[in-house]
């Protein structure tokens, strides 16, 4: 029998708590009556590297923390195999149709057959308290404005107040315990983290009398072991170590614990390092961090960290109204939602609450977001909480520019020049491409650009770095930053490109440059003798990013005034490349080269479509491609597709392109009503916070696109958005824009430009050309006409 831990912790509770069910909040919170009964309830906060989930728990309190770069292996494990020879081979077998055959060799001839590790858990903290109080008056929340997690309570008349935040500046997690009651409070604080390979890998110590130090290495290797694993001690080196300063009663150090009598006010400062970021000096580095804090008084701490924060978040604000609705805790509201109300404010609060997620989890300096941004309570992760290239890195970085947060790309830019640096290594010496990078479809902390599966559907896919190359295009698009496009968006489009010009081969039946070996992401299709089979000859997908690909070098080149032999020969071969948008007999674009049919025809990837998202060749200046895209959508949902929550984001971002609100609407509906927890997690299922940065992309989507030639305005404006505004939304050419709607029409409108520029509207039917001064803002009525 399946045991319901919510249900059950909350029975233990209820004796104990009087629940708050209506508060009336005054800032954009996140807030609930009872303390989180489980993971998916805990919310979270992070500075980027350093994270943990708050559960609010007033008797026996958990926080689970995390780090960034807690992975097992090195740098220096070694690269698959595979050869130019096997190369040769699997495109001939192809060629001969036999596609069952290729799928095997091809995970069996170039896979890496190592071992898959996992992102890792750093452990939690626990404060037990001794007491076991009567609490009454409870709400456990998060504000977005500040990146603050508070629980406040009343047990016997006497207040209580937990707060925590996690510190860019001061690199530190901040928890301060409060309480009015005379007799204080008695509790032990103690440091944890799951047994390991088996085995128990840290050794928890007190280096002095208000420290706690959790010392150990990464070992676990996460997901399926291919063949021998690294020596057990091959992995990161951390400390985890708390510190603690305290009003009144007593502290004593014992057994790697802190024991705390009638403490008034507690405050714990929880650094964590790792070999990773310092080699061996990793302690060294907690030692000289918390000696920069420790004599800095919490409130300080807590001022400098929302000085540094809002600098980032208080660039965009977003209302769509109801906020009447923040009387009911965000479980209610959610519950509510799903029996039919509606609730506008609270997918507002989504969209920011992604913003905030990637604030939290991905700064300069730090590693990018992963598969759970950086909120993993697990030795061996779902999907190892890795970096996966066929979409999923690439959703959480959708929303950095557009909602003007340009600087959080660069740790997505730093782990992948790196992840070339390496492909350049899997070019040459598997493909026999001497020039150029590539990269496979999963990598991790270790930067791996090989390809790494037990099956081909879902591994052997060859253009992860295609995809992210779109990234550093997309980032000079938005910022118009010259120097990154010369010294790092170039040279990354470039050796794409190279690898691609070598990569191509000559098909004399449709004669064009066609992409083989190909899949489409963890898709398949029925071959000739009715079975499923992975690996084509020619991909939709494959097609649409390597033009994407040829097409952004090109225009890079040109604005740098590059003109030399290189371009020309992406020139020519883009002209004669297969084409990656071709329409079949029933109107739909195809998946592969050939119409095949599928096993999955409502299959989670919408791979064939990523010209019309993330990509921009489908719009709407081709009517039948785009009246096609909508066929395809429509095909998958109709057989059960967008079933997982990532996936509901993207159909949210292709609605807003193809211009459609009514479906946007009705997938809006759907994300929040299977696919959110309490906490606002993203449910895959299980989490995976993609579909968190996805549908924050979307709402932006909806509101504003600039992909095209010009500015489009409320281009696919939900239904249920009578009413709204938004603030510090940015289009590409490095324009701020503004707008404000009532009963779903436009009213205002506001551009700001750093250089004098002139820009294209479109609004409905209207399309208009504007000159925007250096610098200034400008304002606009519901008519595109300028108000002085």
């Not at 609407?665 to 993609?690: C, G, M, V, W, Y």
Request: hydrophobic share 35%; no cysteine.
């Amino acid at each position: 029998m399946k045991l319901n831990y919510k249900a059950l912790l909350l029975l233990i509770f209820l004796p104990l708590i009087t629940f708050s069910q209506e508060k009336k909040k005054t800032d954009n919170e996140l807030w609930y009556a009872q303390p989180a009964t489980e993971w998916m309830q805990a919310l979270p906060v992070g500075n980027g590297r350093l994270g943990a989930m708050v559960f609010g728990d007033p008797n026996h309190e958990r926080i689970q923390l995390n780090e960034d770069s807690m992975w097992a292996g090195a740098p220096h494990w070694d690269d698959a195999k595979g050869s130019p020879e096997d190369l040769a081979q699997i495109r001939k077998l192809l060629k001969q149709g036999k596609n069952h055959l290729v799928d095997s060799l091809i995970v069996e001839q170039f896979s890496y057959k190592g071992t898959v590790r996992s992102h890792q858990t750093l452990g939690d903290l626990y404060i037990d308290f001794d007491r076991e109080k009567q609490v009454e008056n409870y709400t456990r929340s998060l504000s977005l404005d500040d990146a603050l997690a508070s629980v406040n309570y009343t047990s016997n008349g006497y207040a209580y107040s937990q707060k925590v935040f996690a510190s860019k500046p001061d690199d530190v997690l901040v928890i301060e315990l409060n309480t009015e009651s005379p007799k204080g409070m008695d509790f032990t604080l103690r440091l944890d983290r799951p047994d390991d390979t088996g085995r128990k890998t840290v050794k928890l110590s007190n280096p002095s009398n208000t420290e706690i130090s959790m010392q150990g290495t990464v070992t676990q290797f996460g997901g399926k072991k291919f063949s021998k694993p690294f020596p057990i001690d091959h992995g990161v080196k951390f400390e985890t170590r708390i510190k603690v300063k305290h009003e009144a009663g007593t502290m004593t150090a014992k057994d790697g614990k802190l024991i705390l009598n009638d403490v008034k006010k507690a405050t714990i400062y929880l650094v964590g390092s790792t070999s990773f970021y310092h080699d061996k000096n990793y302690v060294t580095e907690n030692n000289k961090t918390l000696s920069k804090i420790v004599n800095t008084s919490f409130q300080e701490l807590l001022e400098r960290h929302k000085k540094d924060y809002q600098k980032l978040y208080k660039r965009v604000d977003f209302s769509l109204g109801g906020k009447a609705m923040d009387s009911l805790p965000i479980d209610a509201r959610l519950e509510r939602f799903r029996s039919g109300k509606e609730d506008p404010d609270l997918a507002a609060k989504l969209f920011q609450y992604g913003r905030y997620l990637l604030i939290s989890s991905s700064r300069p300096g730090t590693n990018p977001a992963n598969l759970q941004g950086i909120w993993n309570e697990h030795i061996e992760a779902p999907w190892n909480a890795d970096y996966h290239l066929n979409i999923n890195l690439q959703m959480n970085y959708w929303p950095a520019d557009v909602t003007n947060l340009s600087e959080l790309n660069q740790p997505f830019f730093g782990l992948m020049d790196r992840v070339f640096e390496r492909g350049r290594i899997t070019a040459k010496k598997q493909y026999g491409i001497d020039r150029g990078t590539m990269a496979h479809q999963t990598t991790d902390l270790w930067a791996t650009a090989f390809m790494r599966a037990e099956q081909a559907y879902w591994g052997s896919w060859i253009h992860g770095g295609g995809w992210a190359g779109q990234h550093y295009w997309e980032h000079y698009r938005f910022t118009k930053d010259e120097e990154f496009l010369k010294n790092r968006a170039y040279p990354t489009l470039k050796a794409l490109s190279q690898f691609y010009l070598d990569w191509l081969v000559w098909d004399e039946k449709s004669k064009s440059w066609v992409s083989t070996p190909e899949t489409s992401p963890e898709n398949s299709y029925f071959a000739e003798d009715g079975k499923p089979a992975a690996v084509s000859f020619g991909s939709a997908m494959g097609h649409q990013i390597i033009a994407e690909v040829f097409d952004n070098t090109l225009e890079a080149a040109r604005i740098l005034n590059i003109k030399d032999n290189f371009t020309q020969e992406v020139l020519k071969k883009r002209k004669d490349l297969h084409p990656g948008v071709a329409v079949g007999d029933d109107g739909r674009i195809l998946e592969w080269n050939e119409p095949y049919e599928e096993p999955e025809k409502g299959h989670r990837h919408m791979s064939h479509l990523y010209a019309l998202h993330p990509g921009d060749a489908i719009t709407a200046a081709d009517p039948e491609v785009f009246e096609a895209a909508q066929k395809t959508i429509d095909f998958r949902l109709e057989h059960g597709g967008a079933g997982t929550g990532w996936s509901r984001a993207w159909m949210i971002n292709f609605n807003a392109r193809l211009l459609d609100s009514v479906a946007a609407t009705k997938n809006i509906r759907k994300f929040l009503e299977i696919s959110i927890a309490d906490n606002l997690f993203d449910e895959h299922p299980p989490f995976q916070i993609d579909g968190n940065f996805g549908f924050t992309a979307g709402v932006a989507e909806l509101l504003l696109q600039s992909h095209e030639a010009f500015l489009r305005l409320l281009p696919a404006l939900p239904s249920t958005w009578k009413d709204g505004k938004i603030t510090g939304l940015k289009a590409r050419g490095n324009v701020e824009v503004a707008m404000e709607w009532k009963d779903g029409e436009l009213v205002k409108l506001g551009l700001q430009s750093p250089e004098t520029k002139s820009i294209k509207l479109k609004y409905q039917n209207k399309k208009i050309e504007v000159e925007l001064p250096a610098g200034k803002k400008v304002w606009f009525d519901g008519g595109l006409k300028e108000v002085k």
